[in-house]
């Protein structure tokens, strides 16, 4: 069946620490995002991907990076440098006439 | 820009009871709309969208919407709730233009439904 696949679904980042979260879809999609959700906030765009070997920031850009090496990939990597990353991330793709697909997500916490 | 407002970040209703939920957007051109529901712990899944068609749209679940220019609104309704409907609803905006074409969500309602 084709979708998005987010991994790991639970993780924990100790102080000073990077973590990388995995999203891969096999829906033949240009274009992927990331969105972070807190609750009573909705979600916001913190990086978006419209091709391979180019991204945009979004919004909430600071202290996170992303790589867009292949089509079917797009990790999110949370720096040390990103102070409140206790969050509900999700990773979704879309058709050309902008439909999202979302993947189940990744819950971060810090320990 | 483009900005979306949920009014009523919690609304619960009686099962078989009208369920609304209410979405006003901003956007300097002409938007496309969308509903989202979130059940716990997943992913969002798509339940209906306006992309300058038809003014009343029918989504999956018995769920409509409909887009009013003058009110800019897109309220998302279904004339009896279920118990199954209990979850979180996002109502989303972008625009058909070229460039960026990442959404922006509302900050969610979540729908209870009462037995």
């Known amino acids: 069946d084709g979708g998005i696949t987010q991994s790991p679904k639970y993780l924990f980042r100790k102080e000073g620490q990077n973590v990388t979260l995995s999203c891969e879809q096999n829906?033949?999609?240009?274009?992927m995002y990331w969105y972070r959700q807190d609750p009573g906030q909705g979600l916001r765009l913190i990086y978006y991907?419209?091709?391979?070997?180019?991204?945009q920031k979004g919004d909430i850009a600071e202290g996170y990076s992303v790589s867009r090496e292949k089509k079917e990939s797009f990790p999110l990597t949370v720096t040390s440098a990103q102070k409140n990353p206790t969050a509900f991330y999700l990773c979704?793709?879309?058709?050309?006439?902008?439909?999202?697909?979302f993947g189940s997500g990744t819950q971060l916490s810090v320990l | 820009a483009q900005s979306v407002t949920q009014l009523g970040s919690h609304v619960s209703v009686s099962e078989g009871a009208l369920v609304l939920l209410r979405c006003n957007y901003s956007?300097?051109?002409?938007?496309?709309l969308f509903w989202y529901v979130q059940y716990p712990n997943q992913g969002l899944q798509l339940l209906l969208k306006?992309?300058?068609?038809?003014?009343l749209v029918k989504g999956i679940n018995g769920f409509e919407a409909e887009f009013k220019k003058s009110e800019t609104s897109f309220h998302l309704t279904k004339p009896s709730a279920h118990m199954s409907d209990a979850a979180e609803y996002f109502c989303?905006?972008?625009?058909?233009?070229?460039?960026?074409?990442?959404?922006?969500f509302g900050s969610g309602t979540r729908l209870q439904v009462q037995p």
């Open positions: 979704a793709s879309s058709t050309p006439g902008g439909k999202l697909f």
């Open positions: 829906l033949n999609h240009d274009a």
């Open positions: 991907s419209q091709i391979v070997n180019d991204f």
């Open positions: 956007s300097s051109v002409p938007p496309y």
């Open positions: 306006y992309t300058s068609a038809a003014t």
């Open positions: 989303a905006v972008t625009h058909g233009g070229t460039g960026r074409r990442a959404l922006t």
